[in-house]
Nanobody, 124 residues
Framework: QVQLVESGGGLVQAGGSLKLTCAAPGSAFSSCTMGWFRQTPRNERNFVAAISESGGRTLTAASVKGRFTISRDNAKNTVYLQMNSLKPEDTAVYYC?????????????????WGQGTQVTVSS
C-alpha cells in the first residue's frame, strides 16, 4: 500500500511563503516522477509542478513559475514544494502524487497514488 502524506499547509498573507512536504515511505519513491497538483474552491484540479526521479529535471506550471520550486530528497523519500510570493489565487488544496517512471508529465491521469491533500489559504 502506497501512502503519501502532505504537510505544511496553512493560512498566510499575500506575499508570504509556505513550504509543503510530502512523505512517501516505502513507495518505490526514488524510481518515480513526483508531482504536485492543486484543487481550487471551484473544484478544478490543476498541475503545479513535477520532478524527475533524480531531481535533475523539473516541470512547472506557468501560473507559478518563478514563485514555486519543487525539490526532492530521495534518501528521505520526501518531495517539497517551496511557495514564495503567494497570491490569493493560490488558495487551494494541494496534493502530491506519484507519477510514472522516466516520464516528466503534467497529466494527472499519469499519476497513480495521491495524498490526502493539505489546505493552503492566502489572504489578501
Amino acid at each position: 500500500q502506497v501512502q503519501l502524506v502532505e504537510s505544511g499547509g496553512g493560512l498566510v498573507q499575500a506575499g508570504g511563503s509556505l513550504k509543503l512536504t510530502c512523505a512517501a515511505p516505502g513507495s518505490a519513491f526514488s524510481s518515480c516522477t513526483m508531482g504536485w497538483f492543486r484543487q481550487t474552491p471551484r473544484n478544478e484540479r490543476n498541475f503545479v509542478a513535477a520532478i524527475s526521479e533524480s531531481g535533475g529535471r523539473t516541470l512547472t506550471a506557468a501560473s507559478v513559475k518563478g514563485r514555486f520550486t519543487i525539490s526532492r530528497d530521495n534518501a528521505k523519500n520526501t518531495v517539497y514544494l517551496q511557495m514564495n510570493s503567494l497570491k490569493p489565487e493560490d488558495t487551494a488544496v494541494y496534493y502530491c502524487a506519484r507519477g510514472p517512471h522516466e516520464v516528466l508529465t503534467d497529466a494527472s491521469g499519469e499519476y497513480d497514488y495521491w495524498g490526502q491533500g493539505t489546505q493552503v489559504t492566502v489572504s489578501s
